[in-house]
């Protein structure tokens, strides 16, 4: 190993083996390992392009068109009938679980969990590469504050410091310790970057996003997931205030490459180099082409606009030298993925790893880790031993609770609701369906939300209201006298306005993958006591949107609301019930003065004042006062996670320094500005316990 300029370990040996095999190659060879076509089922045609060098990786690697052992098939034209006999690179969207799914990322950020998220990472990373991936679509880190917009189920929520957090954990479980293992995949974090802010809500919309917003909110998570290791970055669709984001120079080349010292691969997201044509930055292929890898795109998805860079190269409008270094960071990470030594998976194997008794454990737990509760009047927890139990609403029997991206599930081995309570309460319950009429029950189950196919990639929607007909469903029972208790599989934060007055209790249930039934039955039942806090605010109301907790002050606060409401959303971020309930008191900081070098230490006790144990999530926020630029009105900065037994108390520290409040200033410089502070802890971002300390010169 030695340092490289950008102070990354750089193994001299693949270094070296790189140099000698770009010398070798042609041009034509150089451009096949920047090209990653989609692999469907022209398997013949696919052969041939192999064997010719002119796939350096294929896109969407899955059951649907092929088999481990084809995956080797493939992968043995490529590595015997190829000129220079360099591996292939397949890959995938392993999201939230390959065989077995896991809540969506939305949902499992509620669990504010970071070693749940590594732990569900690094059990897809093993199904996923022993079934022939080598690398993943995933972590997706794109900050977002739109429910509109389909695509906020894929994002840790609204907040800066979660999505890095999460993006963190999740390349760290992905790739694991070594990355040649069998166990682990590379990881691709997307979409680099703004994607999040999508104009209106709608999917590819354009961007508008100033430099300093860009380095403040927009560019930390994937600094955070860079850090971790991840070997390549996908840039997004989205155009970045005028300049697409698979065509930016100044984020690809300056931030990630040059400032971050980034030594993997960047990556196209599908067709977003034959696109630039679309945006109106270029007249042709050739031209995208061009932009986008004298931008710093080393690799492009599905379209092959880089074809045309063997012209480019010829009449001097590409250097060679920017062609070399693209295929040196694509070989880099084939070598670190071990593919060089070893090519082929072990075919024989990949059924076993599949769907285990341990992955579905883990997909329950982190189902119901993930689960909000917004409100319980005192009907949850259900007894077990109740005797019936109505059962409402189109999500009751469904099977569609793997969200949008389902890797290679089949939804056959989802556990419905009915399922998971049944096994939870065997025959002593009386399930009866549909039954709002009958009089004799007092408690209704009603299962509402969206299917997998409402949110997600170009997914976008007006209206993110609990629709119409499930809006009856909760009154009717109401009318009816019954205690209703409402569990929603959402994709996206959901306006419930319309249903606080007749529901009981509400449950955000996400979409919580293959053990859906079973997560639901142990929060119902209490076996699980939920401790889940929203990462994403629920409005109050459609014309809120965008509504979030971290906003920035303005010069007349007062009027920062509507003339019908307020400006604040129904449920905040960080909220989210207990069965228990939690009392936080005593806050103390160590000193009122921060200077530059030290840290001080911010304690408070919080004592479970009601009768069961339960899991809190302790959230500090912080407010510059007076900056260079105006500050968030609250930033979260740090949270714990803890059980605590029925009324005890326990004091949570948390110790901060000065780095914990860097940020961009107005002359883009990261760094920290002296002056006053307010600091607040609590169980939400709308925490009351707050105190003021300095941070000195
Ligand atoms: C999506 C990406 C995804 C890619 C490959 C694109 O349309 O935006 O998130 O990884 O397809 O499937």
Same mark, same amino acid.
């Given at each position: 190993m030695s340092i490289n300029i950008f102070g990354q370990k750089a193994d001299l040996t693949i270094e070296n083996n790189i140099t000698t095999l770009i010398k070798k190659m042609t041009l034509e060879e150089k451009i096949g390992q920047l090209s990653q076509p989609v692999l469907d089922e022209h398997t013949k045609e696919v052969g041939e392009k192999i064997a010719a060098g002119e796939v350096g990786s294929f896109c969407s690697f899955n059951k649907r068109h092929y088999t481990p052992s084809e995956r080797n098939r493939l992968q043995k034209i490529a590595v015997e009938k190829s000129r220079l006999g360099i591996p292939i690179l397949f890959t995938y969207d392993v999201i939230h679980g390959f065989s077995t799914i896991y809540p969506i990322s939305l949902g499992l950020s509620a669990s504010w969990d970071l070693d749940l998220a590594k732990d569900v990472a690094s059990m897809a990373a093993k199904e996923a590469r022993y079934y022939g991936i080598d690398m993943t679509f995933s972590p997706m880190v794109d900050v977002s504050r739109d429910p509109r917009w389909g695509r906020i189920s894929e994002c840790y929520g609204e907040d800066v410091l979660l999505n890095a957090a999460f993006g963190k954990a999740t390349v760290l479980g992905y790739q694991g310790d070594d990355l040649s293992s069998h166990e682990n995949i590379g990881s691709c974090v997307k979409h680099f970057v703004g994607y999040g802010l999508s104009m209106g809500g709608r999917d590819k919309q354009f961007t508008e996003i100033s430099k300093n917003t860009l380095l403040n909110t927009y560019l930390p998570p994937f600094k955070s997931a860079v850090d971790a290791g991840a070997v390549s970055v996908m840039t997004a669709f989205n155009d970045i205030s005028g300049v697409p984001a698979s065509a930016n120079r100044f984020t690809m080349q300056e931030v990630l490459k040059e400032q971050w010292g980034f030594d993997g691969f960047t990556l196209?997201?599908?067709?977003?180099?034959?696109?630039?044509?679309?945006?109106?930055i270029s007249g042709n292929d050739k031209e995208s082409a061009e932009k986008a890898i004298n931008a710093g795109l080393d690799m492009e998805m599905r379209s092959d606009t880089f074809k045309n860079l063997i012209t480019s190269v010829k009449v001097g409008k590409v250097k060679i030298a920017?062609? =070399?270094?693209? !295929?040196?960071?694509? +070989?880099r990470i084939k070598y670190r993925l071990g593919l060089f030594d070893n090519p082929y998976i072990d075919d024989k194997k990949s059924d076993k790893v599949q769907l285990t008794q341990a992955n579905r454990e883990l997909a329950r737990k982190a189902g119901a880790e993930s689960m909000v509760l917004l409100k319980n009047n005192g009907i949850l927890p259900l007894s077990k031993n109740m005797r019936r139990l109505i059962v409402e609403g189109p999500f009751v029997n469904s099977k569609d609770m793997l969200g949008w991206w389902i890797g290679n599930a089949d939804d056959n081995n989802v556990v419905t609701v009915e399922e998971g309570i049944r096994n939870k309460t065997d025959s002593k319950l009386e399930i009866i369906h549909g039954s709002l009429a009958r009089n004799y =029950?007092?408690? !209704?189950?009603?299962? +509402?939300?969206?299917?997998?196919g409402n949110f997600g990639?170009?997914?976008?929607?007006t209206d993110v209201t609990i629709p119409k007909s499930q809006i009856e469903l909760v009154k009717e029972a109401k009318a009816k006298g019954k205690k209703v208790v409402v569990v929603i599989f959402n994709g996206r934060p959901w306006v419930l306005t319309p249903i606080m007055d007749y529901a009981d209790a509400i449950l955000i249930a996400w979409h919580p993958g293959t053990e859906a039934g079973n997560a639901v039955a142990d929060v119902l039942f209490g076996d699980v006591n939920p401790s889940g806090k929203l990462t994403c605010s629920f409005p109050k109301t459609n014309g809120q949107i965008p509504v979030f907790y971290s906003d920035r002050i303005s010069g007349r606060p007062r009027e920062n609301k509507y003339k019908n409401i307020d400006a604040n959303p129904l449920f905040e971020f960080g909220f989210g019930l207990s069965y228990t309930s939690f009392k936080y008191s005593n806050l103390k900081l160590s000193s009122n003065t921060l200077g530059k070098e030290r840290t001080i230490t911010v304690s408070v006790d919080v004592t479970n004042t009601g009768k069961r144990e339960g899991k809190e999530i302790v959230q500090l926020y912080i407010h510059d006062k007076v900056a260079s630029i105006t500050r968030p009105k609250k930033e979260l900065v740090k949270f714990s996670k803890l059980t605590i037994k029925a009324g005890a108390t326990q004091t949570v520290t948390f110790k901060i320094s000065a780095s914990d409040f860097e940020f961009y200033n107005l002359d883009n410089k990261y760094t920290t500005e002296a002056g006053a502070y307010d600091l607040w802890v609590g169980g939400s971002s709308d925490c009351e316990l707050s105190l003021k300390f300095t941070l000195e010169d």
């Open positions: 196209s997201d599908w067709d977003a180099v034959l696109e630039l044509k679309n945006h109106g920017v062609i =070399d270094e693209a !295929v040196r960071r694509v +070989l =029950d007092k408690t !209704v189950l009603i299962c +509402l939300g969206e299917s997998g990639e170009s997914n976008c929607i």
